[in-house]
């Protein structure tokens, strides 16, 4: 369609007949000349526009460059044709309450031959409240000043008013400008609009945009709007249902981003589409302004978002370079598309960030390479993807956790590579990660608390803590059941400071009764602190023994096998005397760990290793043990045990001594100036074993020529060390020295020990072996 052919008004004519003629001829009426715009009474537009709907023009009325003075009032007014007033200048605000309207422009003429210099059109408000138009509301390049109040509000005033109006197109905005001296800049509460609602290319407000339940079949566009209320209360949304998407992007091509300076409420809004934000200036009130009294307790905080239950059937996404000063809070929102917040800066110190508590996320959560101060709260919430934090930097954050996962499921992956907190925790108490917790390079600050809690976390895959993973704090897997693996590699780790009321051991990494069953693999390097194990179940231990810290406890801390710390596989630290030095250089004393230990080195069928792993247990016990001074007897007998039998597990010493004592004392017997001095006596003669002492009537020939049993030095020396053989000749031959009778006897109490140590190992043996 060809563009409508423009006339000018003559002044000095009936002004109604000139306009009626205009609609007939399909004409654009302007009212500007060189001196500026032409005087129009608003009784002729009203009279005109009423005869629209007799005359039957579909043209309408299309009138340009006026100065319309009186109220222009068309309420209730049934007018089916368009109403252009473009460029226009209104003395009082026009009012179109309940008006049934083809369409309604108010707004700034095109450029053209006729007006090369048009002027913005300019109104004092505007009163449409119960509006209905077959097609568009338009208000673009308009500037709106002022503030009314209307039987629609009992308490606030608006610059414009389109409560529960109806309209059949689109409502548009397009570079207007609102400057409320009241409370609103436009109130469009129930407001029915079939096509998109943009407020867009420069649009600014200086009071709220309130769009409360309003019912939008297309999209909502703030693309380079400026939204800057004196009362903090920017853009009211609530309750609303979008059929299409809501858009807050800058405007390459104008060189504008959007500007939102103040409170977004999106409770309980419907969104068909995606929310897109991009490149945008978003600034939250001071902390208790821009409240309404029905705002949930959430909206305590500094929040520039409040959308709790917010619906999103799309994704969420604020893309780079947009910066946020304010929470986000979409406590119990659903997004099916889940949020993707990458490149932003997110500033809420001391409060939180972004509050996604019980939330759902159909496609998970992405905040990646995002600088954020405050709290991250996922807690209780369901993600249905991967949560992505690859190379956040997250600080300042409300009570120490910098994120807030409490009770969380997340479906997929958890991503922390390269992610940077200070001052704060990763708290996922209780989380249930359906794949790796992957923190490879991450950089965890919290001296004198917790860097990552997955307390009572259950975790499907593999959790990653590896790769340059730093941690100045305490790492805490307490209770978790991980059924991957736990890789520790080339991590450093550290706790500075006292013990703390929940660390009292000042442990840089606990894991009491946790699972792994994958194993652990700990590659680590411990700068300060301890590790505690106590409790933890694993596959097998992947270590470098070297690299425990001295204050480790490993009490009820049980594996199946030892494996290389670089990927979990191999042969890994077998040696015994490895994990002597290991298991020695801990505190406190664990007698169950060497246990473990030993128990691990037999099954691999090194049974002297696993030995040798018990004997030293017992003589560390001993060693860290009262000394001699204060229980003289238990001390010589520990040592005996560990001379003689090996504490049990080697019985062999015991029959070396034995054999050694008869090969000592039968030896020295077999000496004929030792034998002399053997006596015995029969019918009063005494007998050395080659002759007879003295006596009234000795008998000649060897062994008092059979009265008596000859002396045999080896079975003496076996009936004198071995107490449970008799062979008869300790009782039938006795030293005849004084210094041969002691150190006999002193052999046969060497002899009952080492006998006693002998059997007593034995029995040991047999109830491990029946064990």
């Known amino acids: 369609m060809a563009d409508p052919e423009w006339v000018r008004l003559d002044p000095g004519a009936d002004v109604r007949r000139q306009l009626t003629e205009a609609c007939r001829d399909r004409r654009v009426v302007v009212c500007a000349d060189g001196a500026g715009r032409l005087r129009v009474e608003a009784g002729d537009i009203r009279a005109v526009a009423l005869s629209l709907a007799s005359a039957g023009e579909p043209f309408g009325l299309r009138l340009a460059g006026a100065a319309v003075a009186g109220r222009l009032d068309l309420s209730a007014a049934d007018v089916p044709a368009p109403l252009h007033l473009l460029s226009c200048a209104f003395a009082e605000a026009p009012v179109f309450e309940g008006a049934r309207l083809h369409e309604l422009t108010i707004a700034t003429a095109v450029p053209g031959a006729a007006m090369p210099r048009p002027r ?3 109104l004092p408000g505007l009163l449409a409240n119960g509006l209905s138009t077959r097609r568009d509301v338009v208000l673009s390049g308009s500037t709106v000043r002022g503030a009314h109040r209307t039987p629609s509000s009992l308490t606030r005033s608006s610059a414009v008013w389109l409560t529960e109006a109806r309209i059949g197109g689109r409502l548009l905005a397009v570079g207007t400008v609102i400057e409320a001296t009241g409370d609103r800049a436009m109130q469009c509460d129930r407001t029915s609009v079939a096509g998109d609602v943009r407020l867009v290319q420069g649009f600014r407000a200086t009071g709220e945009v309130r769009l409360l339940a309003m019912r939008l079949g297309g999209s909502l566009d703030l693309t380079a709007a400026s939204l800057l209320p004196g009362n903090f209360r920017a853009l009211d949304l609530a309750e609303a249902t979008v059929g299409g998407s809501v858009f807050i992007l800058d405007d390459p091509d104008l060189r504008l981003r959007p500007r939102i300076h103040g409170r977004v409420e999106l409770g309980r809004t419907v969104v068909n589409g995606r929310i897109l934000i ?43 370079d947009t910066a946020i000063h304010g929470a986000l809070t979409l406590a119990g929102a659903d997004l099916a598309g889940g949020l993707q917040l990458s490149g932003v800066q997110l500033w809420n110190p001391g409060g939180r960030a972004l509050d996604l508590s019980r939330a759902t996320l159909g496609a998970g959560l992405r905040l990646t390479d995002a600088l954020v101060e405050g709290t991250v709260s996922v807690a209780n919430a369901r993600i249905g993807g991967p949560v992505e934090l690859t190379g956040a930097r997250l600080r300042e954050p409300a009570g120490h956790r910098c994120v807030d996962g409490v009770g969380v499921t997340v479906d997929g992956d958890l991503q922390m590579a390269g992610v940077a907190t200070r001052g704060g925790s990763v708290r996922l108490r209780g ?8 923190a490879e390079g991450a950089d965890l600050r919290h001296s004198g608390g917790k860097t990552l809690d997955l307390d009572q976390a259950i975790v499907a895959g593999n959790v990653r803590l590896c790769q340059g993973f730093a941690s100045e704090g305490v790492v805490v897997l307490n209770r978790a059941v991980v059924e991957g693996r736990l890789r520790c590699d080339d991590a450093t780790l550290s706790w500075t400071g006292p013990p703390a009321p929940d660390n009292p051991r000042g442990a840089a ?16 390097r411990i700068g300060a602190g301890g590790v505690d194990l106590s409790g933890v179940q694993a596959a097998f231990l992947a270590d470098r023994p070297g690299d425990w810290p001295r204050d480790t406890y490993l009490d009820g801390f049980t594996y199946q096998r030892f494996a290389a710390p670089d990927n979990g596989t191999g042969a890994g630290t077998w040696d015994a005397e490895a994990r002597i030095g290991w298991l020695a250089g801990l505190t406190p004393f664990d007698p169950g760990s060497w246990e473990q230990a030993a128990r691990v080195v037999r099954a691999n069928g090194d049974q002297r290793g696993a030995d040798r792993i018990v004997i030293a247990r017992d003589r560390h016990a001993r060693r860290r043990g009262p000394r001699f001074s204060r229980r003289p007897l238990a001390y010589v007998v520990d040592v005996l045990k560990e001379w003689l039998v090996g504490y049990g597990h080697r ?17 020295a017997l077999s000496l004929p100036a030792v034998s002399e001095q053997m006596r015995t006596g029969a019918g009063g003669v005494v007998y050395s074993p080659t002759r007879a002492v003295s006596g009234p009537a000795p008998l000649a020939g060897p062994c008092g020529g059979g009265s008596v049993r000859c002396f045999e030095a080896w079975s003496y020396a076996v009936d004198t ?7 008869k000749q300790r009782s039938t031959w006795h030293p005849g020295g004084q210094w041969l009778a002691r150190m006999l006897n002193l052999c046969t109490i060497l002899g009952w020990i080492a006998s006693t140590f002998f059997v007593l190992s034995f029995a040991r043996l047999g109830r491990s072996a029946a064990g």
Do not use: C, K, M, Q
Not at 295 to 307: I, Q
Not at 431 to 438: H, L, Q, Y
Not at 512 to 522: K, P
Not at 651 to 667: E, K, N, Q
């Open 120 to 122: 913005p059109s300019e």
């Open 278 to 320: 991009r490149n945008a200036d978003l600034r939250s009130p001071p902390p208790g302004s821009g409240l309404h009294d029905y705002n949930p307790a959430e909206a305590d905080e500094r929040t520039v978002l409040l959308a709790p239950r917010l619906t999103v059937h799309g994704d969420v996404t604020v893309e780079p």
């Open 431 to 438: 989380a249930r990660i359906g794949g790796v917790v992957a």
């Open 509 to 524: 990494f606990e894991a009491i009764s946790a699972t792994f069953r994958g194993g652990l693999g700990l590659g680590w």
């Open 651 to 667: 019985p062999s010493r015991a029959l070396v001594a034995l054999i050694a004592l008869v090969a000592v004392i039968g030896g």
């Open 721 to 727: 060390v071995v107490p449970v053989i008799d062979l």
